[in-house]
């Protein structure tokens, strides 16, 4: 038996991105903080944010905004929800040296897979000889993947995470 | 012997000790700066560290991060070269605290020789022969003034922390030592942090010679033989040769007893270099002490058949000299051409790019040390050395022949690239070099008569 799959017309799915990408970014743009997560889906066409609501001493209650979006689908569910930006860009190693991903042993790593940083927020360390040198992002976006495991040496310019940027006007 | 040796350098010496340490059998770790990712070293050594980007102080004189790339590649020793951190005490003293072998001096002893004042002092001392001049920093104009009557003009101040022909000024008369005096200090401050000078009497008319010593962890040293590098430009060297033409080798091995008497009296180990002026009666005058391997090592080889940086290597490890004071007999001459990415017809100003054409000298007896290829780019970011051309002759005159030889098989070319194989051709024309009576001003020289013409 032969599967068929129909190629999406490469064009229009560019066009569909564009657009949820552009409501994504005029969402974010309006929001008084930066989202906890964005979550962009391109199948069925909708865009959601979620906010950190700090209330009494408790943290993360979401919000959701959802965006349609005029542009139809060819066809079959495509979900792309990395997809906030087509190129991603790397945060590299200052020094050389051993990178950490949390403050100390067993502390909560500054950031995981997924998460938004901002620019400016520490994602991560380079120890050379004692010295702790901070490794910040330098622009809105989400972690995508982080490319090096705690504890491991790097050299100077080494990607260590994988960053999709986020347009934040 | 060590195990890997990581060579915190770059350019061509970084070459010339990696194939030193292949040949001894020891695995070596190049370092290198995002502007020499694609040099020829990192592409050699078993393994390569990307340690910073172009500028120095975040690269190849950053000490945290040769010191990490030294622990990330499993080196047990590293391996300096000149420049950047060869002599810093510091860096000699993290290397052990980290437990490396820093192939060079101890730490104490590049501590106590980068004072001027302090190596002048321990040479004096040692009985090596000093010209006139203050044995302490001098703090004073009133201090300067007593001082320079009786040294006598002209004289020059000197930098306490200075080198490579930084942080001096040269005094004719009476009258301008105040001045040059507060300008010498605030220079060597600023370029230095340390505004601590001395004064010395000058030579206008002098050879520069320097004797070559090899010192073990045990007590032993011998010398190799002198060196002339007279001619200098603005004090950087561009001709070695040896034997130093018209100074005796009862002078020379003189001045070789001397210098391994003065590196026994501070205890030194590993390679270096006794630096002397010699006057017009052959009189000679300690300077420094250079406490690396140096940029002209290979005339030493050439002559002795030594290979200086695996007696480095050797020292460093722990061997004791194996060489003998008479099982060293330099045989013939030797001259090195140092040929720089420099423009002479505009003040030997650097000229970074892109060689599209490099193609190095060769046959009988002739030696290129260099790191270039065609298609290599020259950074802006570092000095300009691109080759050293060095020959081998039975006596100075075929040497000379040969070098002349050897610079015009010599083709250089990229776009904007300049450089100074012909303004070296012209030195070795030159009559006064011909004949080994030039002195340090024959490159002014030159230049003056061209001007003149």
């Known amino acids: 038996m032969t599967a068929v799959i129909e190629p999406m017309d490469p064009g229009r799915v560019d066009q569909t991105l564009e657009a949820v990408h552009r409501h994504a970014t005029r969402l974010l743009t309006q929001a008084p903080g930066l989202p906890r997560r964005v979550r962009v889906r391109a199948g069925d066409v909708s865009v959601e944010l979620e906010w950190p609501v700090v209330e009494s001493g408790q943290a993360t209650t979401a919000t959701t905004v959802a965006a349609p979006v005029a542009a139809p689908v060819a066809s079959g569910p495509l979900a792309t929800e990395e997809t906030v930006s087509e190129q991603v860009s790397q945060i590299r190693a200052p020094m050389v040296g051993v990178f950490y991903r949390a403050p100390e042993p067993g502390a909560k790593p500054f950031v995981s897979e997924g998460d938004l940083v901002e620019p400016g927020q520490q994602v991560g360390i380079v120890e050379a000889m004692k010295l702790m040198v901070p490794i910040e992002a330098d622009q809105h976006g989400r972690i995508v993947e982080i490319l090096v495991a705690n504890g491991e040496s790097v050299e100077y310019d080494q990607p260590l995470f994988t960053v999709a940027p986020l347009e934040v006007e | ?453």
């Not at chain 2, 990490?68 to 000699?92: C, K, Q, T, V």
């Not at chain 2, 001397?258 to 205890?267: I, N, P, S």
Request: charged share 25%.
């Open chain 2, 1 to 453: 012997m060590f195990r890997r040796v990581l060579i915190a350098n770059r350019g061509e010496i970084a070459l010339r000790v990696a194939r030193a340490c292949r040949e001894l059998g020891v695995e070596t770790v190049a370092v290198y700066s995002t502007e020499d990712a694609d040099s020829a070293v990192v592409r050699y050594a078993d393994q390569a560290v990307r340690i910073g980007p172009g500028p120095a102080r975040r690269s190849y004189s950053n000490i945290p991060a040769i010191i990490e790339a030294a622990r990330l590649s499993g080196a047990d020793a590293i391996h300096p070269g000149y420049g950047f951190l060869s002599e810093d005490p510091d860096f000699a003293e993290v290397c052990e605290a980290e437990g490396f072998v820093f192939i060079g001096p101890p730490a104490s002893v590049l501590a106590r020789l980068g004072d001027k004042s302090d190596a002048r002092a321990q040479m004096a001392a040692a009985g090596l022969p000093m010209l006139p001049g203050t044995p302490e920093p001098v703090e004073s104009v009133e201090e300067a003034e007593a001082a320079a009557a009786n040294i006598g003009f002209p004289l020059i101040i000197k930098a306490v922390a200075g080198g490579g022909g930084r942080g001096m000024r040269i005094v004719e008369t009476p009258e301008d030592l105040a001045d040059a005096f507060a300008q010498t200090r605030a220079d060597a401050l600023a370029l230095f942090g340390d505004g601590r000078v001395y004064l010395e009497r000058y030579l206008r008319s002098a050879r520069h010679v320097e004797i070559q010593i090899l010192a073990d962890q045990y007590g032993n040293a011998v010398s190799l033989g002198a060196r002339d590098c007279s001619v200098q430009r603005r004090r950087q060297k561009l001709v070695e040769e040896t034997p130093p033409p018209g100074v005796p080798a009862s002078v020379v091995e003189e001045m070789g007893k001397d210098a391994v008497r003065g590196a026994l009296a501070v205890d030194y180990v590993g390679a270096g270099t006794f630096e002397f002026l010699v006057d017009d009666e052959n009189r000679y005058y300690f300077m420094e002490i250079n406490c690396r391997i140096q940029v002209e090592h290979p005339v030493t080889e050439m002559v002795t058949g030594v290979d200086l940086v695996a007696e480095q290597l050797r020292i460093a490890a722990g061997e004791p000299l194996s060489l003998r004071q008479e099982d060293i007999v330099p045989r013939g001459a030797a001259i090195e051409c140092r040929v720089n990415a420099e423009d002479p017809a505009r003040g030997f100003i650097p000229t970074p790019g892109r060689l599209e054409r490099f193609h190095t000298p060769a046959g009988p007896f002739v030696r290129v040390d260099t790191h270039a290829e065609p298609g290599y780019r020259i950074p802006p970011t570092y000095d300009p050395l691109l080759a050293k051309v060095i020959v081998w002759g039975p006596d100075r005159d075929t040497a000379i022949r040969r070098m002349a030889r050897a610079l015009g098989e010599f083709q250089i070319e990229g776009p904007g690239v300049r450089n100074t194989v012909d303004f070296l051709s012209r030195v070795l024309r030159d009559e006064r070099f011909r004949t080994g009576v030039h002195r340090t001003n024959l490159v002014d020289t030159l230049f003056a008569e061209s001007e003149a013409d």
